[in-house]
């Protein structure tokens, strides 16, 4: 079993940076595959990034790519999403994910979090 633990959401105004945290309890944390996701009220959880178990892949949805970075620290056991130029259509629910491959559907990822409010300010 896995549990996944998002931290770091809140508060900013448009043009603002966040750092969202997923600290894993998986031992060892390498052989998975993590995704981020969020959920706007009203509307389908959304693929934000995903992140392969060597790190050394990463893929991103249009919307976020080029202001977001994932980034993963299997020593440690934490997924990263650094968010940057923050726009108010990103306002959701975050979640972190993981799974057994690279992918962008929701339902291949075995693992989730409880989310993390992230609200941007116009």
């Known amino acids: 079993q896995v549990q996944l633990v998002e931290s770091g959401g809140g508060l900013v105004q448009a043009g603002g940076s966040l750092r969202l945290s997923c600290a894993a309890s998986a031992r060892p944390f390498s052989p998975y595959t993590m995704g981020w996701f969020r959920q706007a009220p009203g509307k389908e959880r959304e693929f934000v990034a995903a992140?392969?178990?060597?790190?050394?892949?990463?893929i991103y949805a249009d919307s976020v790519k080029g202001r977001f970075t994932i980034s993963r620290d299997n020593a440690k056991a934490t997924l990263f999403l650094q968010m940057n130029s923050l726009k108010p259509e990103d306002t959701a629910v975050y979640y972190c994910?993981?799974?057994?491959?690279?992918?962008?559907?929701?339902?291949?990822?075995?693992?989730w979090g409880q989310g993390t409010q992230v609200t941007v300010s116009s």
């Open positions: 994910a993981a799974g057994p491959s690279l992918v962008v559907i929701t339902t291949q990822y075995n693992y």
């Open positions: 992140i392969g178990w060597s790190a050394g892949s990463t």
